[in-house]
């Protein structure tokens, strides 16, 4: 059983930076690949990005590469989305997810899920 906990939302301008955190209980967090979804109002819940097990593979969606970085510390149990240049685009709420095995752009695939954090952008 894993525990996910994000933070690190908020409401920022246009051109602004956050980071995301995602903070996971359990002694069996590095062996899991991590992702990061988002969901905005009235719209199905979108891959944003993930990472392996150990970190050496990324994978971004196309809209947020050049942006966006995904990385993890193991030795803390924690997940980490920084993203630069936001976007209004960007607004939604921020869910990280666990899986075994290897990364995934698929939700189905993703085992256990935070409560979600929210980020908006205003323009």
């Known amino acids: 059983q894993v525990q996910l906990v994000e933070s690190g939302g908020g409401l920022v301008q246009a051109g602004d930076s956050l980071r995301l955190s995602c903070a996971a209980s359990?002694?069996?967090?590095?062996?899991?690949?991590m992702g990061w979804f988002r969901q905005a109002p009235g719209l199905e819940r979108d891959f944003v990005a993930a990472i392996s097990s150990s970190a050496r593979f990324t994978v971004y969606t196309d809209s947020v590469k050049g942006r966006f970085t995904i990385s993890r510390d193991n030795a803390k149990n924690t997940v980490y989305l920084q993203m630069n240049s936001l976007k209004p685009e960007d607004t939604a709420v921020y869910y990280c997810?666990?899986?075994?095995?290897?990364?995934?752009?698929?939700?189905?695939?993703?085992?256990?899920w935070g409560q979600g954090t929210q980020v908006t952008v205003s323009s």
């Open positions: 359990g002694r069996t967090f590095s062996t899991y690949a």
């Open positions: 997810a666990a899986k075994s095995s290897v990364t995934s752009r698929r939700s189905q695939e993703y085992t256990y």
